[in-house]
């Protein structure tokens, strides 16, 4: 079955940086268009990034957050530079199957100002 988790979070202060990784299994992961998405207290899920044929990334991690991927080891990457208070969110991955979203758990990621 398919298999996501996210790990990587933490506390950092506002202006460090942080990796979170995604361990994929259960599904043919090179050609698999693959996300993360985050979610904060109180709000909707939020896109952060995803890769397929091409990478993109939502406009309040731009030029920030860079996602990247190791098909060898069946796992995503997002390198999260420059934190701000307002990236304190539940960081989730996710995997596009065959017209179908699947979710990790999550790792939190807590910035502090």
């Known amino acids: 079955q398919v298999q996501l988790t996210e790990s990587g979070g933490g506390l950092v202060q506002a202006g460090g940086s942080l990796r979170l990784s995604c361990a994929a299994s259960?599904?043919?992961?090179?050609?698999?268009?693959m996300g993360w998405f985050r979610q904060a207290p109180g709000k909707e899920r939020e896109f952060v990034a995803r890769?397929?044929?091409?990478?993109y990334y939502g406009d309040s991690v731009k030029g920030r957050f860079t996602m990247a991927r190791d098909n060898g080891k069946n796992t995503v990457y997002l390198e999260m530079n420059s934190l701000k208070a307002e990236d304190t969110a539940l960081y989730y991955c996710?995997?596009?199957?065959?017209?179908?979203?699947?979710w990790g758990q999550g790792t939190q990621v807590t910035v502090s100002s």
């Open positions: 996710a995997a596009d199957i065959r017209g179908r979203k699947y």
């Open positions: 259960g599904f043919t992961f090179s050609n698999t268009p």
């Open positions: 890769t397929g044929t091409i990478t």
